[in-house]
């Protein structure tokens, strides 16, 4: 197949990016998406150009880390991780947009690549349970009802991408935070810390400069793991209930 | 970049963003229920002048002695007025804030020119802003022609009725309103969804799949089309 792509080309983080565009004239439909961006670098480094920077990991859709906006839409037109996308998708004689996650609190640090720390920030204000280490607990101690532990089970499959951010319009992290709200509020572990939980990766959410949800929706259309709209009302029903204990706030 | 360190600055979960969108969609909510008390009442209007006025005049006088004449106007006046503040005041700092969270580069926030309507956005979620502005702007109008009747295109009159037909006898009056009750409408159909969700009241995977969707689109679309009956009616000469 014969490609076009045009990427977003930012040498740093306080350097002004512009679109650049890269013909490719020998993809193969085989190859993952970011094959074809490896192809790409290996004949950029050849000619003695700078290769496109971008972030991967586990190429198996797991890790979170390749996130980028391909067309206009975060992962691409499939709903999965751009490592797991393929060039099937695509149509030979196709020209692709690529540009990084665009969010105030995921400033990019180089071409494709953004600064995800303000979600570790996040989870670290609240995202745990605190339980005690050494040998496993009888795991029949605790029973949990299948519905809510299935529910915390699909809320858990987040894996930190940011393709809910980069979706949003408001740039809001509530799906992802509501995620692992949603994840442990459900459980019996995670009862003891359910309301300063929420309350500190709330508070730790605005701190990063994150938008606010106006419910749109395009977090779940992006999300390639599926996390349910329905998350985001289980944290406003946290927080509310966090909010109107005396002395909480 | 010790990216687990939490030096942030951070504010009260009370004083949120989310905390802050609690008070739009109750604010907002508010206003729906006097929107839908006020279109029962606009509704009237078919039942003729003595209808009309005898309900207006019965608003006024509700429950004196215990109220001082126009009690419960005033009582649901400052409720209005203090919902519409506090509605806009988060709207606008919101706005401002989401702006800048969705990280624009030169003027754009993606380059591509493709996926620019999102994968499932509705039209509504689009105009909610600007939207939000026009209704603003037509309530403050509407105020200074049916309520003090400042402006009072086709004549003034004591009886509201009469304000009410003599305004909407022009082409011009009916046009406005109806450019205001469809941003309404258009408010509606995605706000009612969205506040009710922000109320922890959506158990649904996605926006389309819930059950508080129709239920939005039934309600706004009930509130538009009660608000334009009595106007094209009265243009139309059907009836006043
Ligand atoms: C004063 C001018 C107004 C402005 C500037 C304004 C603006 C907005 C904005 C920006 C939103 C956020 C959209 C979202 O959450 O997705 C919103 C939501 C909403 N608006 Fe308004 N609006 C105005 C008047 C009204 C009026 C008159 C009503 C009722 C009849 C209303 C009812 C609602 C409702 C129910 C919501 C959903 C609240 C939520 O998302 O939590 N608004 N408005
Ligand atoms: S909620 Fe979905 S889109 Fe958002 S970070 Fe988690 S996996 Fe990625
Ligand atoms: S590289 Fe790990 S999810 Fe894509």
Redesign the interface.
């Known amino acids: 197949m014969k490609i076009t792509v045009r990427i977003w080309r930012q040498k740093g983080p306080e350097a002004k990016g512009t679109m650049v565009p890269y013909e490719l004239d020998d993809v193969s439909e085989h190859m993952s998406f970011l094959e074809m961006l490896d192809v790409l670098n290996e004949r950029l480094t050849l000619e003695g150009e700078e290769p496109v920077a971008f972030d991967s990991d586990c190429r198996e859709g797991i890790c979170g880390m390749c996130g980028v906006v391909i067309n206009g839409i975060a992962h691409g037109p499939e709903v999965t991780t751009t490592c797991q996308l393929h060039m099937r998708t695509f149509n030979d004689g196709d020209t692709i947009d690529i540009e990084p996650w665009r969010a105030g609190a995921f400033p990019v640090v180089k071409d494709l690549v953004v600064d995800r720390g303000a979600f570790d920030r996040i989870i670290a204000a609240g995202g745990y349970i605190t339980a005690p280490t050494g040998s496993a607990p009888e795991a029949n101690n605790l029973p949990v009802p299948k519905i809510d532990a299935d529910h915390a089970f699909e809320a858990a499959t987040c894996i930190g991408c940011g393709a809910c951010v980069a979706a949003c319009p408001n740039g809001s992290a509530m799906l992802f935070t509501a995620a692992k709200i949603t994840h442990l509020g459900l459980l019996p572990q995670g009862q003891p810390e359910r309301e300063s939980r929420v309350l500190n990766m709330v508070e730790q959410m605005d701190a990063e400069g994150f938008g606010s949800c106006t419910n749109i929706g395009e977090c779940t259309a992006a999300c390639p793991k599926g996390i349910p709209l329905d998350v985001i009302s289980q944290l406003n029903r946290d927080l509310m209930g966090a909010l109107a204990k005396p002395g909480s706030a | 970049?010790a990216?687990?360190?939490?030096t942030?600055?951070?504010?009260?979960?009370?004083r949120?963003?989310?905390?802050?969108?609690?008070a739009m969609a109750v604010s907002g909510l508010i206003m729906v229920g006097y929107l839908i008390l006020h279109m029962y009442g606009n509704l009237k209007v078919f039942g003729g002048q003595e209808a009309f006025d005898a309900y207006a005049h019965h608003l006024r006088t509700f429950g004196e002695p215990m109220l001082p004449y126009e009690g419960l106007l005033w009582i649901v006046r400052v409720a209005l007025l203090a919902s519409v503040l506090v509605h806009a005041w988060a709207a606008i700092t919101?706005w401002r804030?989401?702006k800048?969270?969705?990280?624009?580069?030169?003027g754009k926030?993606?380059?591509?020119?493709?996926?620019?309507t999102?994968?499932?956005?509705?039209y509504a979620?689009f105009t909610?802003r600007w939207g939000g502005v026009i209704i603003l702007v037509f309530i403050v109008y509407h105020l200074l022609h049916l309520t003090a009747n400042v402006i009072s295109p086709g004549g003034a009159s004591d009886s509201p009725y009469q304000r009410t037909v003599n305004g909407f006898e022009i082409w011009w009056v009916v046009l406005s309103y109806t450019i205001a009750v469809l941003a309404v409408g258009l408010h509606l159909w995605?706000g009612i969804?969205?506040a009710l969700?922000?109320?922890?009241?959506?158990?649904?995977?996605?926006?389309?799949a819930?059950r508080l969707t129709p239920l939005a689109w039934f309600v706004s679309a009930v509130i538009t089309i009660g608000f334009l009956l009595p106007p094209w009616a009265i243009l139309l000469g059907i009836t006043g």
């Open positions: 970049m990216s687990t360190q939490l942030k600055k951070r504010v009260p979960a009370s949120s963003t989310v905390a802050m969108k609690y919101l804030r989401n800048a969270a969705a990280g624009y580069s030169g926030r993606y380059h591509s020119s493709k996926g620019a999102g994968v499932q956005r509705s979620s909610l995605h969804w969205s969700t922000t109320l922890g009241q959506n158990r649904s995977k996605t926006r389309l819930s």
